[in-house]
């Protein structure tokens, strides 16, 4: 763990957190959900270890973290049928290593342009901030449907 980064800050305060901000602690990262619901089911898994590349963390570790990513996108795409699943590891922003999984709906206005492009508006415009933080679901609901799946598939937990 690393104090200035912020995801190391927020894995240290875990048990501070609502319990619909955590969908699951796995063995090596943790699912949060993330809060551009628009995008139903969008969750962003983060690394236990603070690595900022993904090549650095030692390989059997590596290794669990990638099939727990691959465990997760399913059980985001089995509760939630998206018509894509963007999974996308970026760390400009936060140089620690996570993914962004971002389930891609049909009636999504924007279907062919990275979700960057209006979480950016969003920063900048409070109706796209509502727009896109809004889901069908309750946030719980979300994430209890994305951890009776992740039950369903024998997911490893902490």
Known sequence: MTPA???CDKLIRLSELPSEDIVWQFPHSVAFLGPWQFFTGYCVLVSRSHHC???RIPKP????????MLLLS???EIAFQPR???CESLGNQVPHVHWHLFPRRDDDPDTLKPTWIALDRAERDDAERRRLQTAPFSRA???GRIRMTLHQLQAPTA
């Open 84 to 86: 894509k699943l963007n």
């Open 53 to 55: 590349e993904i090549h």
């Open 5 to 7: 980064c912020p995801l």
């Open 74 to 76: 399913q059980a985001i």
């Open 141 to 143: 609901d979300i994430a």
């Open 61 to 68: 570790d590596r290794d669990a973290f990638l099939d727990e």
